[in-house]
């Protein structure tokens, strides 16, 4: 999925995404995903809560973020 882009509601954010089948979705905190939970929008960024389901991964859960704008670093 890409972070398409964030908008404010009701005093909160929410977040448009384009699914892998190009279909575009507005998703919002606590929302669930396939294999994951929605922890926060932020106006330029969403953090989801992804559970791992490596038998040998010693965490069961991970931290993903999605990053609105890429930032040039380096120039």
């Known amino acids: 999925m890409t972070l398409k882009g964030t908008l404010a509601s009701e005093g909160s954010y929410v977040a448009i995404l384009q699914g ?4 575009t979705y507005i998703v919002k905190a606590g929302d669930k995903l396939l294999d994951g939970t929605i922890r926060a929008i932020t106006p330029d960024s969403m953090v989801i809560t992804q559970q791992v389901t490596d038998p040998l991964s010693l965490e069961k859960t991970r931290e993903v973020r999605k990053v ?3 930032t040039d670093e380096g120039k």
């Open 20 to 23: 892998s089948d190009n279909k």
């Open 68 to 70: 609105l704008r890429q």
